[in-house]
């Protein structure tokens, strides 16, 4: 398949470009699109072929299923059974923006677009290219991260190229995605709301707007495989570069006379190493690669660079990676929720 690759600026839309993206997909094919998370796959949600191509093109599993993309609140109704008074709290705070949320599912959502399940993801996202394509698409659109099954989720149209050319219609460049982690995932069917993911809208700032407590599913905590995840995809290895990753944590002085002593090992049996540093201590490594999230104390800055660094890390062929560990205050759950699956979970501590 020959894949169309279009610029549209998010500030000055070109309308004729969107409307051909937007057959693209009432037609039943497909268009990956920015977003303000990460870059979508976008097929037609209430179409049950559609979704079948978005796996297909990801090599995804099946059982696990995709977010359903609205425009306006008129749109839910029509996808979710029971839309309880916090989801409209939190669609008034919240909407459009980077929050998924979980409703019974309605008979129009077919299983193919939620992986089996009697309940249906849907968020509302900000990015007004991404907004102008769902109008043109008649209002729904499945869409999972643009990135083939298992590796980062691509923040620049470059890598949805990379990943996904010749394989969907059309891929819409839109520059790069403004927040850079996938959206934080809420699910509203369970007696307490609970976190299946979390981003950049943390359980403090839910649980402030719904007035309760807000959960987090204790399976995506656990560092082993003790305890299932209920969002189905945040049980796969994802986000992973090719090259062996640990992460090292503990003080600043120690992290770096660490991993400069784990660098100069592997050197010396010939390997060529990265080190995933800040804008404030990168000088400090003496490795073949220091790639920069920024500075420290900018974690927007650090969700941003997260997913590009570890794609370049493989562009770049190293045979290992150390990184330090980033748990900044306010998305450092989000932000270590995706760099330990990067590590498989392989965190050294020292002090
Ligand atoms: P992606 O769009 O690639 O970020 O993947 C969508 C994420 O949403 C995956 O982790 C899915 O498992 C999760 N998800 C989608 N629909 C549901 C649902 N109905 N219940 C729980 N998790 C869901
Ligand atoms: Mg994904």
Not at 261 to 274: D, F, I
């Amino acid at each position: 398949m020959n894949t169309k690759v279009v610029t549209i600026k998010e500030d000055h839309i070109d309308e004729e470009a969107i409307q051909e993206a937007g057959q693209i997909l009432k037609n039943g094919g497909l268009v990956a699109f920015p977003t303000e998370t990460v870059y979508g796959l976008g097929g037609d949600a209430l179409n049950a072929e559609s979704s079948a191509k978005i796996y297909a093109a990801k090599g995804r599993p099946s059982d696990n299923p995709l977010i359903v993309h609205i425009a306006g609140m008129d749109a839910l109704p029509l996808i979710a059974a029971e839309i309880p008074e916090s989801a409209y709290l939190l669609a008034d705070a919240f909407w459009p923006g980077p929050l998924t949320m979980i409703f019974k599912k309605t008979d129009r959502v077919p299983m193919a677009t939620t992986g089996g399940l009697s309940t249906v993801a849907v968020r509302m996202p900000s990015n007004k290219i991404a907004a102008a394509l769902i109008r043109a698409a008649g209002g729904y659109i499945a869409a999972p991260s643009a990135n083939r099954s298992g590796r980062p989720s691509p923040t620049v149209a470059k890598y949805v190229i990379e990943d996904l050319d010749g394989r969907i219609e059309m891929i819409i460049d839109g520059g790069f995605s403004a927040i850079g982690l996938e959206s934080t995932i809420i699910d509203l069917t369970e007696t307490k709301p609970m976190v299946l993911r979390p981003g950049y809208i943390t359980p403090q700032m839910l649980s402030e707007v719904l007035g309760e407590e807000v959960i987090i599913d204790p399976g995506i905590i656990a560092a082993d495989d003790t305890r299932k995840p209920k969002a189905p995809g945040m049980k796969y290895k994802h986000y992973a570069p090719k090259a062996d990753m640990v992460i090292v944590d503990g003080s600043s002085d120690a992290v770096v006379s660490k991993i400069n002593a784990l660098v100069h090992q592997k050197q010396e049996n010939g390997q060529k190493v990265a080190v995933i540093a800040t804008e404030e201590s990168g000088p400090s490594y003496h490795a073949d690669v220091i790639l920069s999230m920024g500075s420290r104390s900018n974690e927007d800055a650090i969700a941003q660079h997260l997913y590009k660094i570890l794609r370049e890390c493989d562009e770049l062929h190293v045979d290992a990676i150390y990184s330090e560990s980033f748990q900044t205050p306010r998305i450092g759950q989000a932000i270590m929720n995706r760099l330990l699956k990067a590590a498989g979970h392989t965190v050294i501590h020292c002090d």
